[in-house]
């Protein structure tokens, strides 16, 4: 049997020397004169023992990693080949202790296939959710979704199952599946994980979704700075249909349902979705009140889903294993798996899929492994740039949306930033502001110069001048900001704001200010 080498092709990968990697084994295989297939997976979300290179033995799969070019000629020289002992030796992959401990759902193919073989996808589990669904009633799919307890894993947690049966209720002539992977928040991988590594899991979620609401188009909006994402989408799309996994006949069924990708500039708030669907429609990327909601008035004014990435991903395992199947993972109204993207100053940054429930402290402390600086921790940001700071006095909260709603945070896409105790909180909040005020589409008063009084205040408090009423200020804005705005952009950056000065006021006493982290 020919050997088979698995490097991981996905841009984390990459960004960390896997191209490079790959080049090296190729050339020190044709040096060698040895027969072998390098097969470009997607990563398994390890980024700390990334690039993670696997061969296929005998036994089974071994790793090694993390994998620099000037360990290949010793690899070789070791024999890993057949899985042999090396310094990078990891052993099996699934009893590597990160991985090991998840509950893998959604990203179950992730690192294992070959992303653009469907053949590949299918022997590994993939489109017996659509096969399921083509031969269901649109209502009872959507049945199938709204017990499951679906939320959206992009934002604020919205069931999925009311999204799909509003579209499936109202009437029109044509529908619309939007998925948004725009994907623009710090600290947030997850998207680019399935589109680069699992890229078919998401156009079966997408096609089912388009069978549910008798939607028979679908985009999916990637902004231009992922092209391994968009590459590997529209790659995808095109093996899909010409299998006829998509087109007018999906799977030789009744229903229709073709797909195409879409590329956006990367505005930040074009992660919002009517702002989105103003951008997919070749307008300016600007937010439009609601209603009418996207639902009933999407895109091109015709009924539109709107789903993220990871929870159109999540479909077909809930159509294959069934609603009490997923339902069983989580707690209270968090039902499921989350990917749970561990960043910043932590020892092993990477995915963690588990079902909703972990403590914030299991996951910086025991999965994460502390600070790389190994300095304590001081604050994590969970839910991107707009998210809100967590002291380790709040450590003890559950991974759930109501629990974190009730201690006035946020959980989004699902991403944190450890920070250690060297951070300045007040450069934090200012950097919120700031970050909202260049972000910012213009379309309402609170976020436009809301943003902008922000900055300037939180300026005013770091040169001491009248601390106390300049704080007062800052707070009213993000009351104003809050309540008043159109979006979430302006709407939820007084979660950073509020929470840093809440959980770290001694960081907003006077002292010279810095330029804000990025």
């Known amino acids: 049997m020919i050997p088979r080498i698995f490097i991981p092709g996905d841009s984390g990968a990459v960004a960390l020397g896997a191209d490079k990697v790959a080049a090296a084994i190729g050339r020190e295989l044709e040096e060698r004169g040895i027969e072998a297939m390098i097969v470009r997976n997607g990563s398994r979300g390890a980024y700390f023992l990334e690039p993670m290179v696997e061969v296929a033995c005998a036994t089974g799969r071994i790793a090694y990693g993390p994998v620099r070019p000037t360990d290949v000629k010793s690899l070789f020289d070791s024999g890993f080949l057949s899985g042999s002992p090396h310094k990078r030796w990891l052993g099996a992959p699934d009893a590597i202790a990160f991985l090991a401990g998840q509950t893998r759902l959604t990203f179950a193919r992730c690192g294992v296939i070959d992303p653009l073989s469907l053949d590949h996808y299918r022997k590994h589990g993939g489109l017996k959710g659509l096969e399921t669904a083509v031969a269901m009633a649109p209502a009872a799919i959507v049945a199938q979704v709204t017990e499951s307890g679906l939320r959206g894993r992009g934002g604020a947690g919205f069931p999925t199952g009311i999204k799909w049966k509003t579209v499936l209720d109202t009437a029109a002539a044509q529908k619309y599946i939007v998925c948004n992977a725009d994907e623009g928040d710090s600290a947030t991988f997850a998207d680019r994980m399935i589109m680069e590594g699992d890229p078919f899991v998401l156009i079966e979620g997408m096609t089912i979704a388009g069978i549910a609401t008798g939607a028979t188009k679908g985009f999916v909006y990637i902004r231009s700075e992922y092209p391994h994402a968009v590459d590997k989408m529209q790659k995808a799309v095109a093996i899909a249909r010409k299998a006829g996994v998509l087109g007018p006949r999906v799977l030789g069924s009744p229903h229709a349902f073709d797909m195409e990708v879409r590329v956006g500039a990367g505005a930040y708030v074009c992660g919002e979705e009517i702002s989105l669907l103003n951008s997919l429609e070749g307008k300016r990327g600007v937010v439009r009140a609601k209603p009418p909601l996207p639902a009933i008035q999407g895109l091109f004014g015709r009924p539109t889903v709107i789903n993220n990435v990871i929870s159109l991903a999540s479909v077909p395992?809930?159509?294959?294993?069934?609603?009490?199947?997923?339902?069983?993972?989580?707690?209270?109204?968090?039902?499921?798996?989350?990917?749970?993207?561990?960043?910043?100053?932590?020892?092993?940054?990477?995915?963690?899929?588990?079902?909703?429930?972990?403590?914030?402290?299991q996951i910086v402390d025991e999965i994460g492994g502390g600070t790389a600086s190994g300095r304590p921790v001081k604050a994590v940001q969970v839910g991107g740039p707009l998210g809100a700071y967590f002291p380790r006095a709040l450590f003890d909260t559950?991974?759930?949306?109501?629990?974190?709603?009730?201690?006035?945070?946020?959980?989004?896409?699902?991403?944190?930033?450890?920070?250690?105790?060297?951070?300045?909180?007040?450069?934090?909040?200012?950097?919120?502001?700031?970050?909202?005020?260049?972000?910012?589409?213009?379309k309402c008063t609170p976020c436009r110069v809301g943003a902008v009084r922000g900055v300037e205040t939180l300026d005013k408090v770091a040169q001491g001048l009248a601390p106390e009423s300049n704080l007062a200020l800052v707070t009213d804005l993000c009351n104003t900001m809050k309540f008043g705005s159109l979006c979430a952009l302006g709407g939820f950056t007084p979660y950073p704001v509020m929470s840093a000065l809440t959980h770290f006021p001694e960081d907003f006493k006077p002292g010279t200010m810095a330029d804000a982290a990025e």
């Open 317 to 361: 395992i809930i159509m294959d294993r069934g609603a009490a199947f997923y339902k069983d993972f989580g707690m209270g109204r968090s039902r499921g798996t989350i990917p749970i993207q561990i960043a910043g100053n932590v020892k092993r940054p990477g995915l963690y899929e588990t079902a909703f429930g972990l403590t914030l402290g």
């Open 398 to 442: 559950p991974f759930d949306y109501e629990a974190f709603a009730a201690r006035d945070g946020l959980i989004g896409h699902a991403g944190i930033t450890v920070f250690d105790d060297t951070a300045d909180m007040l450069k934090q909040a200012r950097f919120a502001m700031e970050f909202c005020a260049v972000e910012s589409c213009g």
